[in-house]
């Protein structure tokens, strides 16, 4: 009989991993790293729970490093399979992969030099050569097109309307008690700035398995947000302030570039400058702009007319160290978006460094903040963070602006889960805090009246 396993993203909103064994035939969905505490990090080095040269295929919803992050140790481990996913999942891959192996080489190198690992040597969970390896293992699925992952399991792919080229996944299992199984990975808002909402399923399915990062929440209606970033920025800038963004780099840094050039051009805010400080983020600038046919009529209509929508006005590009160096100088009313998101890596962190102790600047927070980061530490009303070994006082303003996430809120999910045609057997409520993925699961029995579960570590379920 068919099978599904919680691999990850179970308790936790990071380490998606789910496995479905049908005819023969093992496929996980998705393969990313756990993030955030310590004792998550170091899932990442346990065993998966399969031997990974038995899986025969993954299907990847996107790009983020929680859903892709383990591919490389898989790849490492013996897989040879295909990793299915839409091109532009395929082109982001690459770079977000390359630049994990990276800071995993420079993390096991740090802790050689400074004598303080375990194991010696301190050897990284995967290097740059295994990224590489897994590079060559995707294919490119475009949305709505029908594939045979084994006998009698076909995978398609929908808009999850998340980030770019990100997708629901939906396997069909065949046989004598044919199954379907829906995975939404990470869906989107109804109302995305750039892309088109996620797609529903009006001819339903049996399975459903659904994030819930905001499962306990709504957001406010993005016109407000609007204007709540606006009076941050203005507030700051009239004290002679500036303005860093912990941005995660894909989707977030466009998404906020798109946001501050609709209120300059609007009046709302002064054209100061901005600086992109994240080589990763530049390189997913790059890659959003190859995909324009992703974006909305009205993003393509704006690109149509000769115009950049991720160009404020007033654009300051840090490519170089020297050039990341130099915004510390910047002592004048200004944005400064730099990655990590979370804070936990990055350019960002010697920004904060700089910006944290002066009362005029704000560190303005966009998106979730997993447990055990700085980002959540700020947001939380930490009086210090350390960075670099030492702690840094914070004297800044810090600021939480929740409605810039590029994930659905509650309602959103609601309204999703209304586009299935029939009642499915059970939805499993996934990749979020246990506290938010609780509340969703009440709210889909309340409101919806589905079966709704939040699945353990490790529970294999029955599909069928």
Same mark, same amino acid.
């Given at each position: 009989?068919?099978s ?7 308790g @936790?909103?990071t380490g ?7 005819? %023969?035939?093992s496929?996980?969905?998705?393969c990313g ?6 004792a998550?990090r170091?899932? $990442?080095?346990?065993?998966?729970? &399969?031997?990974?040269?038995?899986i025969?295929a993954v299907?990847v ?7 892709i992050g383990y591919l490389?140790?898989?790849v490492?481990?013996g897989?040879?399979?295909?990793? !299915?996913?839409? #091109?532009?999942?395929?082109d ?8 994990a192996? *990276?800071l995993?080489?420079e993390d096991a190198? !740090? ?6 690992s375990?194991h010696?040597?301190?050897l990284?969970?995967f290097? @740059? ?9 995707f294919?490119a699925l475009p949305?709505h097109?029908? &594939?045979?992952l084994?006998p009698g399991l076909?995978?398609?792919?929908? $808009?999850?309307?998340?980030i770019?080229?990100?997708a629901? &996944? ?8 044919p199954? =379907? #199984? ?13 892309? !088109? ?9 049996? @399975?459903i398995?659904?994030?819930? =990062? ?15 970033l ?6 700051t800038?009239r004290?002679g302030?500036?303005v860093?963004v912990?941005?995660?780099a894909?989707?977030r @840094?466009p998404g906020?570039?798109f ?7 609007a ?8 600086f992109v400080?994240?080589?990763?983020a530049?390189r997913?600038?790059?890659?959003y702009? #190859?995909?324009?046919?992703l ?5 393509r ?7 950049d929508p991720?160009?404020p006005g007033?654009?300051?590009i840090?490519a170089?160290?020297?050039?990341s160096?130099?915004? $510390? #100088?910047c ?14 890596g ?11 102790p002066e009362p005029r600047d =704000? ?11 700085r980002?959540r530490s700020?947001a939380t %009303?930490? $009086? ?6 030492? !702690?840094?006082g914070?004297?800044?303003?810090v600021? =939480?602006?929740?409605g ?6 509650s309602?959103e ?10 009642e499915?057997?059970t939805?499993?409520?996934? *990749? ?9 699961a009440?709210?889909i029995?309340r ?13 294999? &379920?029955?599909?069928?």
């Open positions: 009989m068919a599904l396993s919680f691999l990850g993203a179970v @936790t909103v998606s991993r789910f496995l479905v064994r049908a005819g %023969g035939s496929v996980l969905v998705d790293l756990f993030q955030g505490l310590k998550l170091l899932r $990442n080095w346990e065993p998966l729970g &399969v031997a990974l040269d038995s025969d299907v919803t996107h790009a983020h490093i929680d859903h490389p140790r898989l490492r481990g897989f040879r399979g295909p990793i !299915y996913a839409t #091109a532009a999942t395929i982001l891959a690459e770079i977000m992969l390359a630049d192996a *990276h995993q080489e190198e !740090y802790a050689n030099r400074k004598g303080f375990k010696t040597p301190a990284p969970l290097d @740059t050569e295994d990224a590489r390896a897994t590079q060559k293992l294919r949305l097109q029908k &594939v045979e084994g076909s995978v398609r792919l929908r $808009n999850a309307g998340h770019l080229g990100s629901t &996944v939906e396997l069909a299992i065949g046989g004598k008690r199954h =379907t #199984a829906v995975f939404s990975g990470d869906l989107g808002r109804v109302d995305p700035p750039l892309h !088109y909402p996620p797609e529903g399923y009006p001819e339903g399915a049996d @399975t398995v659904v994030e819930s =990062t905001y499962g306990d929440r709504n957001h406010p209606p993005r016109e407000q947000v609007l204007a709540e606006a009076k941050v920025l203005k507030g800038f004290r302030g500036s860093l912990p941005s995660f894909i989707d @840094t906020l570039l946001a501050l050039r609709g209120l300059i051009r009046g709302e805010i002064p054209n100061v400058p901005v400080d994240s080589p990763l530049l997913g600038l790059e890659i702009r #190859a995909h324009t046919e974006f909305d009529a009205d993003v209509a704006l690109i149509a007319r000769g115009e991720f160009d007033s654009l300051r840090a170089t160290s020297d050039e160096r130099a915004i $510390n #100088a002592r004048f009313p200004c944005v400064i978006l730099s990655a990590s998101g979370m804070a936990t990055g350019r960002v962190l010697h920004h904060l460094a700089q910006r944290l =704000t560190v303005l927070l966009v998106g979730f903040q997993a447990e055990g980061t980002a700020l %009303g930490a $009086n210090t963070v350390k960075i670099h070994g030492r !702690y840094i914070v004297r800044a303003e600021k =939480t602006l929740d810039f996430s590029a994930h659905a809120d309602a999910i609601l309204s999703w889960l209304r586009t299935f045609g029939r499915p057997q939805v499993f409520v996934a *990749h979020g805090e246990p506290s938010a993925s609780e509340a969703l009440a709210s029995r409101e919806l009246g589905f079966t709704a579960v939040v699945p353990r570590l490790f529970e294999r &379920v029955s599909l069928g």
